[in-house]
């Protein structure tokens, strides 16, 4: 339950005093119950949304005694002072320039899906691209939540012949590519243009002549580390016993440490699949779980009082540095649509590794080039949200993202314009100081 006090607030602003008056306790998400229709809604970050005595919240803390203080809420101490519009205008360009990365690529092959990497060099044909290692089974559950964040070129790369899984997929999803050949074979890892790729995605697959399904997984994650140290790279695990394959390894007395406290897992290059075993074995202790986990991962969007879209944001370079993030977290909550942070990827702490910590301390620093996990996006990037169906939503979806996609490129193309009449402008001057300096030499000739 929630407090009198909170009881009329809107959720953006229950976010916001619970956040800063426990100390970042995180409210993501709430539970209404319809008592026309006797039923219940699980809502993430429906911002304007306002409470009521029977709603229950859904909150990250420490501990359920710390959750249970929203109970008896009252505030204490002062909100933060008014955002700047300069910096809610950065955040909300980082939203946009995050937009236009998850979606830039380079495919020279658009009549051409299928491609064998054994003998075919792909370097300067794909650029921007997702490349999987996997199998169409596990590429089809993949796929499905690609697309509701990106429109990248995916590539599965697999040393089988594509079966009728892969069929049904490529005439279901555009821009997705079958690779046939090995990420063992470290010529077939270049020629897949691993050097000019978004990322790298290594899924379990069941091989006869392999050990585990993990053990081609920690393989290849070291090929990729060794030679291509620069590329993104998240392998999932069954076990996660084989993260100490992988690399990274903590040293000495750290070795005792639990394995989701291993550098690998907390960097985000490591993902296990046991995780989500022991999250849905919680739902025997919380049965309220059950409906914020499939709202969590249903890919749209079905009630318009949202902003639930994930997203990830860089940490814009006019930002200060050493700034708290929860200087950072009041900010994008004043956005036009608020924007919860979730978690912090950190580039700037005492590591080798990124490091990503979900819902940091208030006080922790961050710095220009980290990056901020993020629920919900500005208004101006997800568009309206009065919508009265899933088939207008889709369609206004598509609509506003081909207008972002037309605003960038006008942009881009102003900027260069610009550019161009700076160069031409340089020339011409510097076309006058040489006329200048010939009219001198012959004057000086004369003379002579």
Same mark, same amino acid.
């Given at each position: 339950?929630?407090?009198? /006090? ?15 008056? *426990? ?8 539970? =209404? ?38 109970? $008896?809420?009252?505030?204490? #101490? ?37 491609? !064998? ?19 169409? %089974? ?39 590519? /079958? ?8 010529? !077939? *890892? ?32 070291? *090929? ?25 390894? &903590? %040293? ?5 440490? &639990? ?53 990830? =944001? ?10 708290? /993030?929860?200087?950072?977290?009041? $900010?994008?909550? !004043? ?36 990056? =901020?996990?993020?629920?919900? %996006?500005?208004?101006? =990037? ?15 979806? $598509?609509?506003?993202?081909? *207008? !972002? ?32 300096? #010939? ?10």
């Amino acid at each position: 339950g929630i407090s009198d /006090y909170l009881v009329g607030k809107n959720f953006s602003t229950l976010v916001k005093l619970v956040y800063f008056e *426990l100390k970042g306790v995180l409210v993501i998400g709430t539970k =209404i119950t319809h008592k026309k229709k006797n039923k219940s809604l699980v809502l993430i970050n429906p911002g304007n949304y306002v409470l009521a005595k029977s709603d229950k919240l859904f909150v990250i803390a420490n501990d359920q005694a710390t959750a249970d203080l929203i109970e $008896n809420f009252v505030p204490k #101490c002062k909100p933060f002072a008014e955002s700047s519009s300069f910096r809610l205008e950065e955040l909300r360009k980082a939203f946009v320039d995050s937009y236009y990365e998850i979606n830039s690529s380079l495919s020279e092959n658009e009549s051409k899906n299928y491609f !064998e990497i054994w003998k075919e060099n792909l370097n300067g044909v794909f650029a921007g691209h997702v490349l999987v290692w996997g199998t169409p %089974e596990n590429f089809a559950e993949l796929i499905e939540v690609v697309r509701a964040y990106s429109s990248k070129p995916v590539c599965l790369v697999c040393n089988q012949h594509p079966n009728y899984q892969w069929e049904k997929l490529k005439s279901t999803y555009s821009s997705i590519y /079958y690779f046939k050949g090995s990420f063992l074979n470290l010529q !077939e *890892l270049y020629n897949s243009a691993i050097v000019d790729s978004y990322g790298v995605l290594v899924l379990p697959t069941s091989d006869k002549d392999a050990y585990s399904s993990d053990s081609n997984s920690a393989l290849i994650a070291r *090929l990729v580390q060794n030679y291509f140290p620069k590329v993104k790279l998240l392998v999932d695990l069954h076990d996660e016993s084989y993260i100490k394959f992988i690399g990274g390894c &903590p %040293e000495g007395k750290f070795k005792q440490l &639990p394995k989701f406290m291993w550098p690998k897992f907390l960097s985000g290059e490591c993902f296990f699949s046991s995780a989500l075993d022991s999250l849905v074995c919680q739902v025997f202790y919380n049965p309220n779980l059950t409906g914020f986990l499939e709202k969590l991962v249903d890919l749209s969007q079905k009630s318009n009082l949202e902003n639930s879209k994930i997203r990830s =944001i860089e940490v814009p370079s006019t930002i200060p540095d050493g700034i708290s /993030y929860s200087e950072l977290f009041d $900010n994008l909550l !004043e956005l036009d649509s608020s924007v919860i942070p979730l978690a912090l990827v950190s580039n700037s702490l005492d590591s080798f590794e990124q490091v990503v910590l979900t819902n940091p301390l208030p006080s922790t620093q961050v710095f220009p080039g980290d990056y =901020i996990l993020c629920i919900g %996006e500005p208004l101006e =990037i997800h568009g309206p949200s009065e919508t009265p169906s899933l088939e207008s939503q889709q369609s206004r979806n $598509n609509e506003v993202q081909l *207008l !972002e996609s037309l605003k960038l490129k006008f942009e881009s193309y102003e900027k260069l314009q610009i550019e161009i009449q700076k160069r031409n402008k340089a020339l011409k001057n510097l076309q006058k100081a040489v006329q200048s300096l #010939c009219e001198e030499y012959k004057e000086a000739l004369k003379h002579n």
